[in-house]
């Protein structure tokens, strides 16, 4: 798809500015050598693996799908069901190599192409296409890459044998489930044993289910596609997790799945140990289990209550080389998140601990925040005395991977992103080939209101203070992710927006995360009144100390918990809020999953009030001010049902609104489908706000 607009054509050229920029990067235990994806340049969609040896810093192309599979489209389409699902739990678009495994020394790859399984010796770039049963899935190699397991029609195979590993029982083998990997962070169904003697394996029934459906209106001579999906307050699928050994010897892991239903991690610490994190259904109880293979009983190492939810901090829980346990904790007041070691929380001063990144030179690496939330840094963290040291420098959103005595330090700020290798004493870059970034933007941050609310505000470039301009609210406000931060490509497309005579605003409400504990569980039980009032409060404080913001003509745009915003937003509160752009907005948390929903919402048997006061199709004869709904029909984590619902409520009740359905096109927008909708957005906001499309 193409766009008249000079960057919107950029941004599409260049997959929003990432073509070209290294990702999945996999350190070698030792240290000593990295794969990688990255595509050949800018305007390249087709990522390939890559080799760096860090001894001799020679980057090498070890497999290229072009050359492997030279007719392959790399259209969506064209991709196994299965694995075109799991792109989007983990939202990857890309039309190469999507994601790859490779053993412990990186010595072999393996990865799928439109369902064929390629084996690379990443030593000679040699690759071999293996034997399959048919279109396969999260292809892993074994240990000693001697073989491979992977997923066809629901069974788990082995590439050196002709008959499947998991039994023929009507269940689905290997595969994570869509709770598991759009909401608990786990996207992958099965293990190799570091013997490689034995593979875990998740098996799921979803039978209980009920189906989603999806039917392409352009093409009606297709049937539809359906899936199964766990609706808020329905079943789950019913889990069960087995040690499959490959001389035939099975063993079920036992816990209570009733109380425990989501398995959030899983990995073999030895031949003769598992360890598991599992989760009750809202949440509120984390625990850390140790399996045995053999016997499959489990006992409990650690365990992690919270009143409200147990909010995921990666890599934890986990267990310290020592036998010490790692886990998530917060200040007694709520103020700050960070760990315990064997149920004692460090003392990390005006630190919000954000991920545990794992050890680097006898010390905990960890990602937190410290002061300004909008900046991210990396740290060593000693675990006996709580002892800090800073690795990064400057503004900026800081992230890290390690192995061996090797750190990858990203460095993400206004003047662009970096990725520094620093081993031996030494450091070097990895090669970057996106595009540059067009605009250097620095917006005006801000904490504003008694309650510290994250803001900022772009300006047009060359913008003549006393000028007044219409508002434009580019939000997201919902639980898990941070809009008002130091990452360059994110101000990219608020800058352009800037540019075409609007102030942008952007707030992180109460309910949004990495600002403190109280701050982020505002929300809990309903989502709508906090973001709403805090929204609101934010523009009305921010405007009192920026004069050219015209709080007469205010526009809001949004996709996803965005879009459901601007909804709300235009619905609820049009004395402030004057047009809306509600891009696959859940319309009815209802409809939506349950492993997000009853998170933050619990059961919708248990509080119907609040998921009643957060549906939105009620308020459709309030709507007075323009609304613009944008909804992929293939969106299959925002079913585009919520959209039509809005609509159809909209219509009965004769309020004129409008309508942009994406036939094909699903919750990530790929392909320059997003820069068409923004350009959308702007001829309705201009004509809403200005009284004219230009």
Not at 519 to 535: H, K, M, P, W, Y
Not at 658 to 667: D, I, K, N, Q, R
Request: with cysteine.
């Amino acid at each position: 798809m193409t766009s008249t607009d000079s960057f919107l054509a950029l941004s599409a050229r260049t997959g929003r500015f990432t073509y070209g920029a290294p990702r999945a990067v996999t350190i070698s235990a030792d240290g000593g050598r990295l794969l990688f994806l990255r595509s050949t340049g800018s305007e390249d969609p087709v990522e390939r693996l890559w080799l760096l040896d860090l001894d001799t810093r020679q980057e090498t192309l070890v497999a290229d799908p072009v050359v492997l599979a030279p007719q392959r489209s790399g259209d969506r389409a064209d991709l196994p069901a299965l694995e075109r699902r799991l792109r989007e739990r983990v939202r990857i678009s890309a039309r190469g190599i999507g994601s790859y495994a490779a053993t412990a020394d990186c010595s072999v790859a393996v990865f799928a192409l439109d369902g064929r399984v390629f084996r690379t010796d990443t030593t000679t770039g040699a690759s071999t296409e293996l034997p399959t049963a048919g279109p396969a899935f999260d292809p892993r190699p074994a240990p000693d890459g001697s073989r491979v397991a992977y997923v066809t029609d629901g069974a788990l195979y082995l590439t050196d044998r002709q008959e499947r590993l998991s039994p023929a029982d009507g269940g689905i083998w290997g595969v994570a489930e869509f709770a598991a990997a759009e909401e608990l962070g786990r996207a992958r169904g099965h293990w190799f044993s570091p013997d490689g003697g034995a593979v875990l394996a998740t098996r799921i029934d979803e039978s209980a289910l009920p189906l989603r459906h999806f039917a392409d209106p352009a093409h009606p001579e297709l049937a539809p596609e359906s899936f199964a999906y766990p609706q808020a307050g329905g079943p789950n699928v019913d889990l069960q997790l087995w040690v499959l050994g490959l001389d035939g010897t099975r063993r079920r892991l036992h816990w209570d799945t009733d109380t425990y239903p989501y398995l959030c991690a899983a990995g073999w610490e030895s031949d003769g140990e598992l360890l598991l994190t599992i989760a009750d259904r809202l949440q509120q109880t984390v625990l850390l289990l140790s399996a045995d293979p053999a016997t499959g009983r489990t006992r409990e190492l650690s365990r992690t209550v919270d009143e409200f939810w147990v909010d995921d901090l990666p890599g934890t829980p986990a267990r310290l080389a020592d036998g010490r346990l790692l886990t998530a904790a917060d200040t007694p007041d709520g103020s700050a998140r960070g760990v315990a070691l064997d149920g004692k929380i460090l003392e990390l001063e005006r630190l919000q601990v954000r991920r545990v990144v794992g050890r680097l030179r006898g010390r905990l690496l960890i990602e937190a925040g410290e002061g300004d939330p909008a900046d991210q840094h990396v740290y060593l963290l000693d675990p006996d005395s709580g002892a800090t040291e800073r690795l990064s420098e400057g503004p900026g959103l800081h992230s890290a991977l390690a192995a061996g005595e090797t750190l990858l330090l990203t460095s993400a700020s206004q003047d662009g992103i970096r990725r520094r290798i620093h081993r031996a004493g030494q450091e070097y870059s990895l090669t970057d080939h996106a595009a540059p970034l067009p605009f250097r933007v620095t917006p005006k941050l801000a904490r504003v209101t008694e309650l510290g609310l994250p803001t900022a505000l772009v300006y047009p470039r060359g913008h003549v203070a006393g000028r007044k301009l219409p508002v434009l609210l580019d939000v997201y406000g919902g639980p898990g992710f941070q809009a008002v931060a130091n990452e360059p490509r994110r101000w990219q497309l608020r800058q352009w927006w800037a540019d075409q005579g609007y102030a942008v605003v952007t707030t992180d409400n109460r309910g949004t995360p990495f600002v403190s504990p109280e701050f982020t569980r505002a929300i809990f039980r309903r989502f709508s009144q906090v973001a709403i009032d805090d929204q609101v409060a934010a523009l009305y404080a921010l405007a009192e100390t920026e004069p050219d913001l015209d709080l007469g003509r205010v526009g809001v745009r949004g996709w996803s918990y965005g879009g459901y915003f601007a909804a709300l937003a235009v619905l609820r509160r049009p004395d402030v809020f004057h047009a809306g752009c509600a891009g696959a907005a859940p319309t009815d948390f209802r409809l939506y999953d349950t492993a997000y929903t009853e998170r933050y919402l619990g059961l919708p048997q248990d509080n119907p009030e609040g998921y009643q006061a957060d549906c939105l199709i009620e308020d459709a004869p309030k709507l007075t001010r323009p609304l613009l709904i944008v909804h992929g029909l293939a969106d299959d984590n925002v079913h585009p049902s919520h959209s039509l619902l809005l609509s159809e409520a909209l219509t009965k009740a004769g309020r004129p609104h409008s309508m942009l359905p994406l036939p094909g096109v699903t919750h990530m927008t790929p392909d320059g489908v997003h820069e068409q909708v923004v350009e959308a957005e702007l001829a309705f906001l201009n004509q809403a706000l200005r009284g004219s499309s230009l």
